[in-house]
C-alpha cells in the first residue's frame, strides 16, 4: 500500500511556543490530506482537510489561526500549532488520497504532542 | 462531527474464536473502510469496500457493504493474539467525493492466548 510517513513521532513543547508536524507522501502524490486529532479512548475527529496549491478547509470549530495548514506540494502538508497550550496536547494524524486513485486514505504514523 | 454507529464498543475473546462488528448509519455511503490503529500508530487499511453488496477478505478478514448502503461489517476469523487493537469503520458518504471520511467510535479487541 501507498506509505505516508509522519514527522515528529512525538515531540514536548513549552507553553507559548509552535510546533510543526510533517506529513509527507512518500510513493505517490496526494492532491488532497487531511489532519485529525484524537484523545485517548477516542475516536479520530477530522480537524482540516489540506488541498495542494489552495486554502485548507478546516471543520466547524477548529480554529484556523490556531492550527496552520499549508499543502505547498503534492507530498507534503505541513500542521502548524500555534502558541500551543497544555489543552492542545493530543495525537494529530494525517492522512493522504492518492492523486486519481479511489476513496481510502492512508495514514501516517501519528504525532504525540504534548505542551507543558 | 458526525460519526458511525460502531458496536461492538469492546470485545475481550478467546484466541480461536471468530469476531464479527459492525457500523450503521442514516445516511447512504458511497465507500466502506476498515482499518485497525495499535497504541500509538496511526490506523492502517484493513479492507476497502465501494460496490452494494461487495463482499472482500483479506486473508482470515472479511467485510461486507451492506445493500441499503447504510452498513457495513467486519468478520475476523480464527484470532489470534496479533489482531488486538482497535478496529474502526469508516466511510465517504453519498454522493462525495471528496475523499472525506467519517469514522466509527472504535471497536477494541483483546484476544487472550
Known amino acids: 500500500g501507498a506509505v505516508v510517513s509522519q514527522h515528529p513521532s512525538w515531540v514536548i513543547c513549552k507553553s507559548g511556543t509552535s510546533v510543526k508536524i510533517e506529513c509527507r507522501s512518500l510513493?505517490?502524490?496526494?492532491?488532497?490530506m487531511f489532519w485529525y486529532r484524537q484523545f485517548p479512548k477516542q475516536s479520530l475527529m477530522l480537524m482540516a482537510t489540506?488541498?495542494?496549491?489552495?486554502?485548507?478547509?478546516?471543520e466547524q470549530g477548529v480554529e484556523k489561526d490556531k492550527f496552520l495548514i499549508n499543502h505547498a506540494s503534492l507530498t507534503l502538508s505541513t500542521l502548524t500549532v500555534t502558541s500551543a497550550h497544555p489543552e492542545d496536547s493530543s495525537f494529530y494524524i494525517c492522512?493522504?488520497?492518492?492523486?486519481?486513485?479511489?476513496?481510502?486514505?492512508?495514514f501516517g504514523q501519528g504525532t504525540r504532542l504534548t505542551v507543558v | 462531527g458526525q460519526q458511525l454507529n460502531q458496536s461492538p464498543q469492546s470485545m475481550f475473546i478467546q484466541e480461536g474464536e471468530d469476531v464479527s462488528m459492525n457500523c450503521t448509519s442514516s445516511?447512504?455511503?458511497?465507500?466502506w473502510l476498515w482499518y485497525k490503529q495499535d497504541p500509538g500508530e496511526g490506523p492502517v487499511l484493513l479492507i476497502a469496500?465501494?460496490?452494494?453488496?461487495e463482499l472482500t477478505s483479506n486473508g482470515r478478514l472479511t467485510a461486507q457493504f451492506g445493500i441499503t448502503r447504510k452498513d457495513s461489517f467486519l468478520n475476523i476469523s480464527a484470532s489470534i493474539p496479533s489482531d488486538v487493537g482497535i478496529y474502526f469503520c469508516?466511510?465517504?458518504?453519498?454522493?462525495?467525493?471528496?475523499?472525506?471520511?467519517?469514522f466509527g467510535q472504535g471497536t477494541t479487541l483483546q484476544v487472550k492466548p
Open positions: 492522512s493522504a488520497r492518492e492523486l486519481g486513485g479511489n476513496t481510502e486514505a492512508f
Open positions: 510513493d505517490f502524490q496526494a492532491t488532497t
Open positions: 489540506s488541498n495542494e496549491g489552495s486554502k485548507a478547509t478546516y
Open positions: 445516511s447512504i455511503f458511497n465507500t
Open positions: 469496500l465501494y460496490k452494494a453488496g
Open positions: 469508516a466511510g465517504q458518504r453519498f454522493p462525495s467525493n471528496t475523499g472525506k471520511l467519517i
